[in-house]
């Protein structure tokens, strides 16, 4: 069956089947779809065209070193948050020269890396780190190119959890401090201002908060123009929002064309750093259902996949398609039920779906849909249990592209005290 959704509701079929996937690799896993990251990138790609641009796609939704290569060969550039994501990139073959770094806690090794290698650029949360950049950026004899992360004060009515641009949360400067900020970074010696930055949150599924965001980011680029400060691109972080269920969000293609329209005849060059709406429609995870069992209130499915393997659904309380892989036209229609589909870790929170509709045997195979972001990368050990393997497909082909952890390599690196 069609298991990957591209993103706006186009279904793709691809050869191979899920359940020879299963067989072969084991479940839980991961497995994602090359041709479906290289179309969500490329719809971004496509909408760019004849601009000055850089797609630098937020590695932190899914970081799988294929899943980087993928991309790399079609000319992406990254968006980190650590040292160790930009030694993956430079691991699957991505250029450290469209990278740029952002993240509210940069360390001074991390920064010294991303100097030697030549990031594009350094995303500013606060004017603290302004200054170890510079000095880091000093004792290297070097100028580091920056962008200031604005938090322009708007409401992405998204989860609280993943909205990064109003006063109360972490995310870059105030906009309204940004102009002091900026003259500060401009007469700073090894700093050379190249951008503004801002990124919203996460999951948005309308347009119109990122355009009061853009409104907002132009009339600061005006006011440091009267400063002297000429700023050459204008990074408008990620965000798009992806179909779960039923929403409709803009597709990168609406996007862009309500966003260009709005820059008139300035020549900026433009960052995007879509995560989600690369990834997420790219991937699913599978898990087989192990026990059933039902009491007067519930009905319970005991499946192999647990919130150590993919924690939306418990963090957020996030909904997920969760379809059978296999369609058994035999089995009696009055046994559909609703089914909390839960994990084997000692948790109540514990669960990836509840009452779904579903004709369940134990053995069955579960499709656990737009699960390519912020799916493994947030995976854990908790339990002591093997994160899950990933596996890529790419045509009639699936390749195993991370193993399943081992057992041994549950406690690889611990140490027992030394016997007196
Ligand atoms: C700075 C920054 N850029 C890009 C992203 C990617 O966001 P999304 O996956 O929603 O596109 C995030 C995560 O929200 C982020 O914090
Ligand atoms: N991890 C979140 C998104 C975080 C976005 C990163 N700032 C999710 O699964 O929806």
């Given at each position: ?212 965001a853009l409104d907002r ?27 779960y269920d039923d929403e ?155 193993a399943r952890e081992t ?14």
């Amino acid at each position: 069956m069609n298991i990957f959704d591209y993103n706006n509701g186009v279904l793709h079929a691809e050869s191979v089947s899920a359940v020879d996937i299963a067989a072969q690799y084991g479940t839980p896993c991961y497995v994602y779809s090359r041709k479906a990251f290289e179309q969500h990138y490329l719809a971004y790609e496509n909408a760019l065209q004849g601009r000055d641009h850089l797609v630098c796609y937020a590695m932190k939704a899914n970081s799988n070193l294929a899943v980087l290569n993928v991309l790399a060969k079609l000319g992406a550039g990254f968006d980190i948050v650590s040292i160790g994501e930009l030694e993956r990139v430079i691991a699957a073959g991505g250029d450290p020269k469209k990278v740029v770094f952002s993240g509210v806690g940069k360390k001074a090794h991390e920064i010294r890396r991303a100097l030697e290698v030549g990031v594009h650029c350094f995303n500013i949360e606060s004017e603290a780190e302004l200054d170890r950049v510079n000095d880091v950026a000093a004792e290297m004899n070097m100028q580091a190119p920056i962008s200031i992360r604005v938090n322009p004060d708007v409401d992405a009515q998204t989860h609280p959890y993943i909205s990064t641009g109003l006063k109360e949360n972490k995310f870059g400067v105030d906009i309204d401090d940004a102009p002091r900020i900026y003259a500060k970074a401009n007469a700073m010696s090894n700093l050379n201002v190249q951008g503004i930055d801002c990124h919203i949150g996460s999951q948005l599924i309308e347009t119109a908060p990122f355009m009061d965001a853009l409104d907002r980011v132009l009339a600061l680029v005006d006011i440091l123009a009267e400063q002297g400060i000429t700023i050459h691109h204008l990074d408008l972080g990620g965000g798009l929002g992806v179909t779960y269920d039923d929403e409709v969000p803009p597709t990168p293609g609406e996007y862009i064309a309500e966003l260009t329209e709005r820059l008139g005849d300035r020549q900026l060059k433009l960052i995007f750093e879509p995560g989600r709406s690369i990834a997420a429609n790219a991937g699913i995870f599978l898990t087989q259902v192990e026990f059933l069992k039902s009491n007067e209130e519930k009905n319970f499915a005991i499946i192999d996949g647990a919130m150590n393997d993919l924690i939306r659904p418990a963090l957020y309380s996030a909904w997920q398609a969760i379809v059978p892989v296999v369609q058994h036209a035999d089995r009696n229609p009055e046994n559909t039920k609703a089914w909390d589909l839960v994990g084997p870790v000692c948790e109540t929170g514990d669960f990836l779906g509840k009452d779904r509709q579903l004709n369940l045997q134990p053995g069955d195979l579960l499709a656990v849909k737009s699960s390519g972001a912020y799916g493994f990368v947030m995976a854990s050990n908790y339990n002591s249990r093997p994160r899950p393997a990933e596996v890529m497909v790419d045509g009639d082909t699936s390749y195993i592209v991370r193993a399943r952890e081992t057992i041994a390599d549950l406690y690889a690196g611990e140490q027992l005290l030394p016997s007196e």
